[in-house]
Each structure stands twice: as structure tokens, then as C-alpha cells.
């Protein structure tokens, strides 16, 4: 599959022209697309059984989860996937939701640009039917190969849900960072409100740049102009995961290392199916 890829590559290299040929195979137009694999079963909720206390949860048998990813790279007015890959966890009584949707590849890719969008649905569900984190993984989609695609680099979703004490949106808010080599938002938190206290969903847009071999790197995450529903939404904090403490950068190698193979092995584009609760 690599030689395919490459070779396409020169092919659409040579026809753009040496001034928008990019190194190690980026092509400008490409749709970037995601794969969500790997969902963490175990982790801490925060806020139990009282404020400022964590409960560690192993739902190795009773998390509820579902993905679906997507691959195509038809793009909406507003330059981002028209269908993006959907991660789903929780139950009793409602399921959260991540939704990638991937960005298009600019002339320049070496500057930072619109690299996707995260929808984050929060809502309530037993504890032990939660996941805490899921890698995700990007590929771009290259123009005029019929469907191939060049590995972008896999990062951590780590998912961080608070027991809901507060009794106020931004204290009872759960939220994602996204964390990894390819990452430099990770201390970065992407807060969704309640659905049980009227939220109603987050956009985040992704920002990022290509890089080296290549890499994909979020370089900055805000709030998207346009949010789902009436409101209220959510807001991007300065907020930890509550995964645990963040490895060292050897660390997070390795690990990265072992998802890349696991990424190009994983490369069936077989739709798999919501698990239903």
C-alpha cells in the first residue's frame, strides 16, 4: 500500500509542479480524515464520592462503546468533512459523542490551518459504562489516487468526567484533551456542558500544521463560531486529564510507535458498528 501511495504521489508531484510538491508525499487537497481505535476502560472520575476526591473505575466489562469511522472526503461549504468518525460511550440514561471532522490540506501545509473540527455531546451515564481516552488517529486522503492515504501521526483523546456536585455548568462539565508528540494543545481542555443542565454541544476547531516526515501537530484549539443547538455550549479551559499523570516524551514514543503499527494494520476501512448499551 506504501508503494501505491508513493508512487501516485510523484505522479501528482510532477503534474502540480515542483512549487507545490511537498516533502515525504504531503499533496495540497487532500481531505484529512480520522480514526478513532484503542478506547482506555479504566481511569478516574473526578468529584467522587465528594468534591476534590477521584474513584478509580476498571470497566474492562461493562463499558459501553462504539465507533464508527469515516473515510470520506467530501467536504461541506465550510471546509470540513461532510461526515466525520464518530466515537460514542455511556449509558443509563445517555450516550457522550466525539465527532472528528477532518480539514483540507492547504498549498502550504507548513503553516498552521483549519486541520479539523471536534464536536463534544456530554451527557449523563453510569459510571461504569464510561471509557476515559481513545487514540486518534489521521490520514490524509490523496486527490486523484481513488481513495489512498498518507499517515498523519496517532494521538491520545483523553477523556476526563466529573461526578456532577457542583451544581454549575462549568464545575460539572466534563471535557478531552488531546495529548501525544503530535499534540502541543494538551494542556488545553475541551469543556462540554451537561446535557442534564442544558448543553447542548461543543465545536472546537483544531488548528494545525505538517511537519517532518509527516506529522501532523495541533498547534491551537478555540471555539468554533458555529455551535450546535441554541446553547449553552461549553468553553476551552486550562484544565489536566484526569488520566493520570502525562508520560515523558520517551514515553509517549514508544507508545506512538506501537499505535502507528497498529494504525497502518488497522487500514481496512471497514465500518464498525455502534455497540449498542
Same mark, same amino acid.
Given at each position: 500500500m506504501r508503494e501505491a501511495i508513493l508512487y501516485s504521489t510523484i505522479g501528482l508531484a510532477m503534474a502540480l509542479g515542483a512549487s507545490e510538491a511537498f516533502a515525504e508525499g504531503i499533496v495540497p487537497g487532500g481531505t484529512i480524515v480520522g480514526e478513532f481505535s484503542m478506547p482506555s476502560v479504566v481511569g478516574d472520575v473526578g468529584?467522587?464520592?465528594?468534591?476534590?476526591?477521584?474513584?478509580?473505575?476498571d470497566n474492562s466489562s461493562t463499558a459501553s462503546v462504539g465507533i464508527v469511522n469515516s473515510t470520506d472526503p467530501t467536504l461541506?461549504?465550510?471546509?470540513?468533512?461532510q461526515q466525520g468518525s464518530v466515537l460514542t460511550w455511556g449509558n443509563n440514561p445517555g450516550t457522550s459523542e466525539l465527532i472528528f471532522f477532518g480539514g483540507q490540506v492547504p498549498l502550504n501545509p507548513a503553516t498552521p490551518f483549519k486541520a479539523g473540527m471536534l464536536t463534544y455531546y456530554n +451527557?449523563?451515564?453510569?459510571?461504569?459504562?464510561? *471509557?476515559? @481516552?481513545?487514540s486518534?488517529?489521521?490520514?490524509?486522503?490523496?486527490?486523484?489516487t481513488g481513495g489512498g492515504e498518507l499517515f498523519l501521526g496517532t494521538d491520545l483523546i483523553l477523556i476526563s468526567t466529573?461526578?456532577?456536585?457542583?451544581?454549575?455548568? +462549568?464545575?460539572d462539565a466534563d471535557y478531552v484533551? *488531546?495529548? @501525544?508528540?503530535?499534540?502541543?494543545i494538551c494542556g488545553k481542555s475541551i469543556e462540554a456542558y451537561e446535557e442534564s443542565e442544558g448543553g447542548t454541544g461543543v465545536n472546537a476547531q483544531l488548528d494545525a500544521q505538517i511537519m517532518g516526515d509527516p506529522q501532523l501537530v495541533y498547534t491551537h484549539?478555540?471555539?468554533?463560531?458555529t455551535q450546535p443547538g441554541i446553547?449553552?455550549?461549553?468553553?476551552?479551559?486550562?484544565?489536566?486529564?484526569?488520566?493520570?499523570p502525562i508520560p515523558e516524551p520517551s514515553t509517549w514514543a514508544m507508545m506512538l510507535i506501537g499505535f502507528v503499527g497498529l494504525g497502518f494494520l488497522g487500514r481496512s476501512h471497514t465500518m464498525k458498528a455502534r455497540v449498542a448499551a
Open positions: 468529584n467522587d464520592p465528594t468534591l476534590g476526591m477521584f474513584t478509580n473505575f461541506t461549504g465550510s471546509g470540513f468533512q +451527557a449523563d451515564s453510569a459510571l461504569n459504562s464510561l *471509557i476515559f @481516552g481513545a486518534l488517529s489521521l490520514f490524509e486522503v490523496l486527490p486523484g466529573t461526578n456532577n456536585l457542583t451544581g454549575t455548568l +462549568a464545575g484533551n *488531546i495529548c @501525544g508528540n503530535g499534540s502541543q484549539v478555540a471555539l468554533s463560531r446553547g449553552p455550549w461549553g468553553e476551552i479551559g486550562d484544565l489536566p486529564p484526569l488520566a493520570g
